[in-house]
């Protein structure tokens, strides 16, 4: 394709994202069906300017201020993630000149917002909490696109063997530092075609979402339900770790993401899963279940501002009216998880937000209104589990994952058991 016709898709392509009016990857993948005819490196530059807009939104803006032609057309350029002399060639030679004048300019004088590209009720917070120094590196590490890591079946392979596997697809990878059952890879190698994945030796899941079934610790035999199991990446962990044993409930209120857990069930081998759609918390098919059992995972609906790396457009998608409503949900569905566990029994709330709002506060109004429930050093729990430094994971005795901390995204957890 000619260099300005890629150019103008990648201008296309911003407007209808930047109405922020649907989710970023959603129109993406839309328009990516639309174009059926783009190439793999096409695809990638024009997804990953988009991602990089998002995620540098008002420096970006602020930047293009001075340019001439459709703000788009500047932003996808300021923000062009595709082979330079590639761009150079989309270029109109006053274009070349603003670019090398924008380049050139010195960024570190600019405001505190232009340069940590949060919103102020998001930036706020995350500053009081984790003052100057950890903060910024905190903004750096969530305007940077995540790498891809993937859990190990461990019904199916070991570490050891998926990783020797991947290599002999010239595909380098490496354990990840804290799951016993992770691996890493930089960039994003297409895997969907590599037998390891479509055999279901590994599965697709951030190192920090495989840490929250280990805190869980479902074993052989046990009535487990995963809450929000939503397209059921952590359900898939939480039946391995049973060995494909036992009773292990999926519930959702959205059938359209349980029908998503379908195939990669199929590709996992698990047979113990019953994926089950709940019209609300208070369903009667989770009153029968009360006190029977063993364990919870409740992987709450949440504002998902911990995964900024991979979905930079919840930033400014999101709002604190929006957060104060899913508060008021997540105590909710944690009261109504609680009720169905058996005495002994194990809790495990969590998020992927970097909020103490969504975290801490429900964690210990739960902790209030329920004393039947003690809560269990997370540390302790992953030391068991085989996690590596678990120490370095766990504030106050909850896990508490930072990107810039952990290469994870951010994710909060709470463990109790039942008295
Ligand atoms: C964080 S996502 C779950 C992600 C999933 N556990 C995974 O690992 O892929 C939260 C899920 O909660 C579901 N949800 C929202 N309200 C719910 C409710 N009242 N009861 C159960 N699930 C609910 C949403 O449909 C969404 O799939």
């Known amino acids: 394709m000619h ?13 209808a994202v930047l109405k922020l009016d649907a989710p970023a990857d959603s129109v993406v ?9 783009l190439g793999q490196r096409e695809r990638h530059a024009l997804a990953e300017t988009t991602y990089a807009v998002l995620r540098r939104r008002p420096l970006l803006q602020h930047l293009a201020q001075s340019g001439r032609g459709p703000t788009e057309r500047r932003l996808a350029i300021l923000a062009w993630q595709g082979n330079d002399t590639f761009l150079r060639g989309a270029l109109t030679p006053p274009e070349q000149e603003w670019l090398a004048q924008v380049q050139a300019l010195d960024q570190t004088g600019l405001p505190p917002k232009l340069r940590h590209n949060l919103p102020e009720w998001l930036a706020a917070p995350l500053l009081e909490r984790l003052g100057e120094e950890q903060f910024w590196l ?5 305007n940077e696109p995540a790498p891809l890591d993937l859990r190990v079946n461990t019904l199916k392979n070991k570490r050891e063997e998926a990783l020797a596997a991947l290599a002999a697809a010239n595909i380098a990878a ?3 530092p804290f799951s016993p059952m992770g691996l890493r890879i930089p960039g994003k190698p297409a895997l969907n075609k590599l ?11 951030d190192e ?20 929000c199991a939503g397209a059921g990446g952590k359900t898939l962990a939480l039946g391995a770790s049973m060995r494909n044993t036992g009773r292990l409930y999926a519930f959702d209120v959205s059938g359209h993401r349980l029908a998503a857990l379908k195939p990669r069930l199929a590709r996992s081998g698990l047979s113990n899963v019953y994926p089950t759609q709940i019209a609300h918390e208070r369903d009667d098919r989770i009153k029968r279940l009360a006190g029977k059992i063993d364990r919870v995972l409740v992987d709450a609906p949440c504002s998902g501002l911990g995964t900024l790396r991979r979905n930079p457009d919840l930033k400014w998608r999101q709002t604190p009216q929006a957060i104060a409503e899913l508060q008021v949900k997540q105590a909710a569905i944690l009261a109504s998880a609680a009720r169905m566990l058996k005495p002994g029994g194990r809790l495990v709330y969590a998020t992927c937000s970097l909020l103490d709002a969504e975290n801490e506060q429900i964690a210990q109004a739960f902790e209030s209104a329920h004393p039947q429930f003690t809560k269990l050093d997370a540390a302790e729990v992953l030391g068991k589990a085989h996690v590596a430094q678990a120490e370095k994971l766990v504030e106050k005795g909850y896990l508490r994952l930072w990107p810039h901390q952990h290469q994870t995204d951010g994710f909060f957890a709470a463990v109790w058991e039942k008295r």
């Open 3 to 15: 260099p300005n016709a890629l150019l103008e898709m990648s201008c296309e392509l911003l407007r």
């Open 29 to 37: 993948s839309a328009f990516f069906r639309q174009h059926k005819g």
């Open 138 to 142: 905190l903004a750096a590490s969530m």
């Open 174 to 176: 490496e354990p990840t």
């Open 195 to 205: 037998e390891l994945f479509t055999g279901g030796g590994v599965e697709v899941q």
């Open 208 to 227: 920090g979402s495989q840490l929250l079934a280990l805190l869980l610790d479902a074993k052989r035999s046990e009535m487990v339900v995963d809450f």
